[in-house]
């Protein structure tokens, strides 16, 4: 299993529980002293969220 860094997932999958990650931006931009999202990333991630909720309430 490829390590999750940054959150609790790896957790969860050690305990049996399926986990997703998902969100905007690169892994290899993220959780570094300099990390940042493009703005030009915000808005089709949030329209994978809301896709994804809508989806999970049916």
Do not use: N
Not at 21 to 41: N, R, T
């Amino acid at each position: 299993m490829a390590p999750r860094p940054g959150t609790e997932a790896g957790q969860f999958a050690q305990a049996g529980i399926p986990d997703v990650l998902c969100g905007p931006g690169s892994i290899e931009q993220a959780h570094k002293p300099d990390e940042y999202v493009a703005l030009e990333q915000l808005e089709p991630c949030d329209r994978f969220l809301l896709r994804a909720a809508e989806s999970l309430c049916q």
